[in-house]
């Protein structure tokens, strides 16, 4: 198995000889626009500056066609603009393959892919999601510490010989991701963790503390930080990460973007 790295929670899994393409955020620099950019200005940041601050705050580490070049599956753990693409007209993914097939969590997930030209939309159930040797199964996510924004979810991949996988997607520490590690008992935990904070809704995504949590649930597995130094209402970033873990004693991977991470 290879985890690369890409930006944000966007990562390229290589898995059991199929590559994963998880949550394709792939626009330009600065292009999504900032917090005020937003009609009616609905959402709040506790750092009122870092509300003009234009996003992703940083590039793709390589250009979007090699980034999608060879995906067999998209995995997209809900529609929110630092997740996937999302255009003026509410359609989402100008930029990727629409033949090849996408994974959503529900069926108004899946609505939007099918408006936006998808051709293989495939919804996420209770069983498992199977190809050939390879299983995806859908895990709960809970985004946010006061009131959820939005449905979201996280992802198991297991196969034959390979590590299990576990991809937490944009979630707080809570039971549903205890009960998913003691279920599963997954080799590599990826987490979302630049603890993402709105006025409203709380922090959104892991911290240290989460990720602590999460080190102290399953502590057979490595533990890998994405969703790194690249939204506005990010509070943690990587090198403020390193010192807060270190303090906890955490044993941790947190790969740069375009960093591949290969687990044996």
Not at 165 to 193: F, S
Not at 246 to 259: I, N, Q
Request: hydrophobic residues 40%.
């Amino acid at each position: 198995m290879e985890i690369k790295q890409i930006r944000n929670a966007t990562v390229r899994v290589s898995y059991a000889g199929k590559t994963f393409l998880i949550d394709p955020w792939l626009i330009d620099k600065g292009k999504m626009g900032c917090f005020l950019d937003i009609p009616g200005n609905p959402f709040h940041v506790p750092d009122a500056s870092k509300e003009s601050i234009p996003m992703p705050m940083c590039g793709l580490p390589e250009p979007a066609e090699d980034v999608i070049k060879d995906v067999d599956y998209y995995i997209v753990t809900h529609v929110h603009p630092d997740h996937i693409d999302m255009l003026p007209d509410g359609t989402v993914g100008p930029l990727l393959d629409k033949t090849v097939p996408v994974l959503v969590q529900n069926e108004k997930d899946g609505e939007v892919f099918r408006r936006s030209g998808f051709l293989q939309v495939i919804v996420l159930e209770e069983e498992p999601f199977r190809s050939g040797d390879i299983t995806v199964t859908k895990t709960p996510a809970l985004h946010g510490v006061i009131e959820p924004c939005g449905d979201a979810c996280g992802i198991v991949l297991r196969a034959g010989q390979e590590k299990t996988l576990y991809i937490a997607g944009d979630t707080i520490w809570y039971a549903g991701v205890k009960n998913t590690l003691k279920e599963y008992k997954p080799d590599v935990v990826v987490l979302n963790a630049c603890a993402a904070e709105i006025v409203g809704y709380g922090r959104l995504i892991m911290n240290d503390e989460d990720v602590e949590a999460v080190a102290q649930t399953a502590k057979n597995a490595k533990i890998v930080i994405s969703h790194m130094d690249t939204v506005a209402h990010a509070s943690i970033t990587r090198y403020a990460m390193r010192g807060l873990l270190a303090k906890r004693g955490v044993v941790y991977l947190m790969p740069e973007d375009g960093e591949t991470l290969a687990f044996n």
